[in-house]
């Protein structure tokens, strides 16, 4: 069983940052790409990013390149995956996600895992 949940959500004005964390529970490995999504009201879930298991790699929707960064630490009992979001606009608001896969993918449909979300707003 894998668990995530997402933290760090909130309330910023444009060109502010926010950090997420996602802490991953797992019960077996930690062999898992760690996506970030997000939702925003009335549209589809998108692909915001994705580290490799071992943090090697990662990749990023162009809508955030340059501007959000992920970073992974697989070294305690309970693994944490953090979403570094720098100037932040109002069409970054949405609910974020982070889920775990077998392997990296840009498309929702290829994670298994899922925390609850997060809700990031930013205003003008």
């Known amino acids: 069983q894998v668990q995530l949940a997402e933290s760090g959500g909130g309330s910023v004005q444009a060109g502010g940052s926010l950090s997420l964390s996602c802490v991953i529970s797992?019960?077996?490995?930690?062999?898992?790409?760690i996506a970030w999504f997000r939702q925003a009201t009335g549209k589809e879930r998108e692909f915001v990013g994705v580290?490799?298991?071992?943090?090697?790699?990662?990749?990023?929707a162009d809508s955030v390149k340059g501007r959000f960064f992920i970073t992974r630490d697989n070294a305690k009992m309970t693994h944490t995956v953090v979403l570094q979001m720098n100037s932040l606009q109002p069409e970054d608001t949405a609910v974020y996600y982070c889920?775990?896969?077998?392997?990296?993918?840009?498309?929702?449909?290829?994670?298994?895992?899922w925390g609850p979300g997060t809700q990031v707003t930013v205003s003008s």
């Open positions: 580290v490799t298991w071992d943090g090697s790699n990662k990749y990023y």
């Open positions: 797992l019960r077996i490995e930690t062999f898992y790409p």
């Open positions: 889920a775990a896969g077998s392997k990296v993918s840009d498309e929702a449909r290829g994670y298994r895992y």
